[in-house]
């Protein structure tokens, strides 16, 4: 069973004959929007669901989309609605392949490489300054407020709130044979072909490790910080000073581990 959960509360979970159920751990603010979540646990052939602070998107076996709105009790953004308002795109949303959830936006990819956004603009719901960029793409992350998008020649492209990672010019001549990016809360970390990383947005000063990050076969990372796995079995860490100092106080027992993080 694959599980997507927003951030209020509510959850879809994909079951193994493809059939949706939607819960919620708070009630629900409106009788009408009960029933809408209750409308979209009907659908058969689900693929994958992704989840925004207060909205679902599901792919289904076509490639079509459908979203939906799934407020809780606590919710007072309005224009969160926008995230699950995804009518005037339908249209497009058609041979989807995966779809990326920011906290108030979805990033698509689609079958031939280009991507479909939808949401609140602050939060990447708005790619159209770099709409003729979004081609060849295959692999998207997303912080809270911006997106990442990795094309098919290696090279990246950003979108969405600058200081989340949505601005990516400093670190652009850098960002080339990227194979894999990870995302915190508040920004990115890219590893290249030669395995070295390039990490951008807040939170995530590397100078001090920069030295260190060669030969990285994979990232994982947290709300705030990032972990490096290096071929050696050894482990890089940076990020938020706080859990930067968790992960010092047990940097010695961070040898050998081989594929623990894979």
């Not at 659908?43 to 809780?72: C, H, K, M």
């Not at 601005?167 to 995302?183: F, G, H, P, T």
């Not at 990372?221 to 706080?242: C, H, M, N, P």
């Amino acid at each position: 069973m694959s599980v997507a959960a927003a951030r209020n509360g509510a959850f879809a979970a994909i079951r193994g004959d493809g059939s949706l159920e939607t819960k919620r751990l708070a009630p629900m603010d409106s009788p009408t929007d009960g029933d809408a979540a209750t409308a979209f646990r009907s659908l058969r052939n689900v693929q994958r669901v992704q989840a925004t602070e207060s909205a679902f998107a599901a792919i289904l076996g076509d490639g079509s989309v459908v979203a939906w709105y799934a407020p809780g009790p606590e919710d007072t953004y309005a224009d969160d609605r926008a995230a699950g308002n995804y009518t005037q795109l339908k249209e497009q949303l058609q041979d989807v392949h995966h779809v990326q959830a920011s906290l108030r936006a979805f990033a698509a990819i689609k079958g031939d490489g280009s991507v479909v956004t939808w949401g609140h603009p602050t939060f990447g719901g708005d790619s159209r300054k770099v709409e003729k960029q979004l081609t060849d793409v295959c692999q998207i992350q997303a912080t809270a407020s911006a997106f990442a998008a990795i094309r098919k020649d290696g090279s990246v492209v950003t979108w969405g709130n600058p200081e989340d990672g949505g601005d990516s010019r400093k670190v652009k001549r850098r960002l080339v044979e990227v194979q894999q990016i990870q995302a915190t809360f508040q920004a990115f970390a890219a590893i290249r072909k030669n395995g070295t990383v390039v990490s951008w947005g807040d939170l995530c000063d590397d100078s001090k490790v920069r030295s260190q990050l060669t030969h990285v076969r994979q990232i994982q990372a947290s709300s705030e910080a990032f972990a490096a796995l290096k071929e050696d079995g050894s482990v890089v860490t940076w990020g938020g000073e706080g859990e930067a100092r968790i992960c010092k106080a047990v940097k010695e027992q961070l040898k050998d581990l081989g594929s623990a993080l894979l």
